[in-house]
């Protein structure tokens, strides 16, 4: 179809909804403008021109189309939710009647969730050798990273006033700006500890906790770099980045206390679902949990 779509003004008027009403960030913003541009491309091939033609079968028919042109499932779920968040927007506008996305199911994309690694080998992997000050910064990250199961984008927000290191505790800012106080451990203060009796000697540039050797604040990328160096140097058999020990530190956490809630607090997860499938709960630990505490699965003699 030659031109401007007919249906592009309705997209437009509602990405200025998000920017303007939702204030959402302006990555979201691209996704969403990617995604209905990509339907709009499809509509425009089958010749639809209104929104209000859209029904649940060729809502599906859409689908389908971006299925066959390559689209991974996680892309269409991505897709499809951009689609009804649309649709419930021109509901609201009176443009439309219902919602003929509701009724189509996303599809499943498979979970790759992050192997942890053993408290042995976290342990190994702690042993660094510390024969020069960036290897005492490295030691104070990866405690840091292990002693409070943070994100990256955390690790590195942490400013100086944002520890208390009498209490144990760091101040962290994770998704959604949400703030939230954490324990840190013995270990993990001890390591800060030493860090900064060596931070001044790169001439710090402002409030970082973690610097890079050029005085600034240190950035993600560096600390993936550092943290897979380590464990190669450190002999782990599987590739150390700082996701995997923030998924360790969870694991662990379940594995010796049993309290997802507590868990799902100290991770920051909005929802108690995230927390389940992040930590992989094994299947036998509950199963043991059921028959210790449930009074139907308590044998009596017959």
Same mark, same amino acid.
């Given at each position: 179809m030659n031109?401007?779509?007919p249906l592009l003004a309705a997209v437009e008027g509602f990405?200025? @909804?998000?920017?303007?009403? +939702?204030?959402?960030?302006?990555?979201?913003?691209?996704?969403? +403008?990617?995604? /209905?541009?990509?339907l709009i491309v499809l509509l425009d091939e089958l010749k639809v021109v209104d929104w209000a033609r859209l029904d649940a079968a060729?809502?599906?028919?859409?689908?389908a189309r971006s299925?066959?042109?390559?689209?991974?499932?996680? *892309?269409?779920? /991505?897709? $499809?939710?951009?689609?009804? *968040?649309? $649709?419930?927007w021109l509901m609201s506008q009176g443009m439309i009647k219902a919602n003929p996305a509701?009724?189509?199911?996303?599809?499943?994309?498979g979970r790759h969730l992050p192997k942890n690694i053993d408290v042995d080998e976290v342990n190994r992997l702690l042993e660094i050798d510390l024969n020069d000050p $960036?290897?005492?910064?490295?030691?104070?990250?990866? #405690?840091v990273m292990y002693g409070a199961g943070l994100r990256l984008s955390e690790l590195v927000g942490i400013d100086l006033g944002h520890l208390d290191l009498a209490s144990g505790e760091v101040w962290v800012v994770g998704k959604g700006s949400k703030e939230r106080r954490l324990p840190m451990? +013995?270990?993990a203060v001890h390591w800060i500890e030493n860090w900064l009796e060596m931070r001044e000697l790169f001439d710090p540039e402002d409030n970082a906790l973690f610097l890079s050797n050029k005085g600034k604040r240190i950035s993600t990328r560096n600390v993936q770099k550092r943290f897979a160096e380590w464990g190669v140097k450190q002999g782990i058999s599987s590739h150390i980045h700082p996701h995997k020990l923030r998924h360790s @530190?969870?694991?662990?956490?379940? #594995?010796? *206390?049993?309290?997802?809630?507590?868990?799902? #607090?100290?991770?920051?997860?909005?929802?108690?679902?995230?927390?389940?499938?992040y930590t992989h709960l094994d299947f036998q630990h509950l199963a043991s949990v059921y028959d210790a505490a449930h009074p139907r699965a308590k044998r009596g003699k017959s």
């Open positions: 031109g401007v779509s990405l200025r @909804f998000l920017k303007v009403e +939702r204030q959402l960030s302006p990555l979201t913003q691209i996704n969403y +403008r990617r995604q /209905l541009s990509a060729l809502v599906r028919s859409l689908a299925t066959r042109s390559g689209l991974k499932p996680a *892309s269409l779920a /991505l897709r $499809l939710s951009a689609l009804r *968040s649309f $649709l419930d509701k009724g189509v199911a996303t599809p499943r994309a $960036l290897a005492v910064r490295d030691r104070a990250m990866l #405690e451990g +013995r270990t @530190f969870a694991t662990h956490m379940l #594995e010796s *206390s049993g309290d997802l809630r507590a868990v799902q #607090e100290l991770l920051g997860h909005a929802n108690l679902t995230t927390t389940q499938i």
